[in-house]
């Protein structure tokens, strides 16, 4: 991987679970780890919604593709903040299985 490629700060957040005052359970997102990403937006996705009250409607879904040095510790379960915005993270792979790098593919 080229490092000239790597232009982006990209923040993994993992989900947390607390409690207010109230005894409620709260989900909010802490930071794990900001790094240097390769960011394509490659894929436009249009999905139909069949949920009551939105019956065929059609809703875009942006995909990007993100390309990171290999690092422990990130799973699908977090999430990508990009420019503000959160993106849900569909995968995450060593392309070549060397241990030098990490595919994500996310989408908004």
């Known amino acids: 991987?080229?490092?000239?490629?790597?232009?982006?700060?990209?923040?993994?957040?993992q989900r947390l679970i607390t409690r207010n005052s109230y005894g409620e359970q709260v989900i909010t997102w802490g930071d794990v780890v900001t790094v240097w990403a390769d960011?394509?937006?490659p894929l436009l996705?249009?999905?139909t919604e069949r949920d009551e009250g939105r019956?065929?409607?059609?809703?875009?879904?942006?995909?990007?593709?993100?390309?990171i040095?290999?690092?422990?510790?990130l799973d699908p379960t977090m999430r990508i903040l990009y420019e503000g915005q959160a993106l849900?993270?569909?995968?995450i792979m060593d392309p070549d299985g060397a241990g030098k790098s990490y595919a994500c593919a996310a989408w908004l």
């Open 45 to 47: 996705a249009d999905t």
């Open 1 to 13: 991987m080229q490092a000239g490629l790597l232009r982006k700060r990209i923040t993994f957040q």
């Open 88 to 91: 849900d993270i569909h995968s």
């Open 69 to 73: 040095r290999y690092r422990t510790g």
């Open 55 to 67: 019956a065929n409607q059609v809703q875009a879904t942006i995909m990007y593709d993100i390309d």
């Open 39 to 41: 960011v394509r937006m």
